[in-house]
């Protein structure tokens, strides 16, 4: 009976994710991590609850070329403080990590550590490929993003199959295969995190998706979704705040194409 509560709220907390993860399925949003002005990455050494590790990773999962075995380190940070351990087949929570440096997301992303206490959890967060210091071809930024060629190894599939590799091979190392593995992102990460669970369900049984733009592609939502959303927003709370702020684009428009506008525009709203 002991075990019976922790496994009920498993149960719950995946039922949950599942819910989220198709309940933000339904709304189009662009990446807003894409668009912050992010502040400056905090260095590892301000993020006490973190070991940072490195994972050989294959360079390309899918095709055999000469080039395609070659690797390069992949960085991760773990938290085990909280975790039940393998012979509890205690769960591990896995962040998804997206378009910038992992540091930045672990310092932001406060909920896997808040929930891990209670569910006994691993954390971890798995650093996207030609971001931070998981830098294919030597480690060198400029020869990775130089042409097609090697941005070509640039891929959500790509990046998808690593976590895959990186998961599978953490848990042979730590004596875990029988622990349930949960993944969890946001925006670009959200995306990741679901299509994960829908590529790979033998390894995560769920998946948290949040502000996850996945049906975000031409033909299949409107441009329009993300602004049509955030109008209503303003709606909901000010109809006279939805037409001021709906006129101001009006009134920008005709400034900056006026004799001084641009400038008086860049002042205005500090460019």
Partial sequence: MAMAAPS???????FLSLHFTSS?????????????LRPQTPQI??????????FTQTLDHFNFYRQSYHTFQQRYLINDSFWGGAAE??????????????????????????SAPHFRA??????????????????????????SSTLGFLSSTQALADYATLITDLKKNLTAIDSPVLVFGGSYGGMLAAWFRLKYPHIAI??????????????ITSPYAFNSIISQDFKSESQNC?????????????????????QLLRNSFKF
Avoid: C, M
């Avoid at 933000?24 to 912050?36: A, D």
């Avoid at 205690?90 to 808040?114: K, R, S």
């Avoid at 769920?206 to 033909?219: R, V």
């Fill in 8 to 14: 009920i709220s498993l149960s719950f907390f995946l």
């Fill in 24 to 36: 933000f399925s339904k709304f189009s949003l662009p990446f807003p991590s894409s668009l912050l």
């Fill in 45 to 54: 050494d301000s993020l006490p609850h973190y070991h940072t590790k490195f």
């Fill in 89 to 114: 087949n205690a769960p591990i929570f896995v962040y998804t990590g997206n378009e910038d440096n992992i540091e930045w997301f672990a310092h932001n992303t406060g909920f896997l550590l808040q």
């Fill in 122 to 147: 691993l954390v971890v967060f798995i650093e996207h490929r030609f971001y931070g210091k998981s830098i294919p071809f030597g480690g060198d930024e400029d020869v990775a993003n130089s042409n």
């Fill in 206 to 219: 769920g998946a948290l998706a949040s502000s996850a733009p996945i049906l975000q592609f031409e033909n």
């Fill in 242 to 262: 939805y037409k001021v702020i709906k006129g101001s684009w009006q009134h920008i428009d005709i400034t900056a194409t006026h004799p001084g506008g641009p």
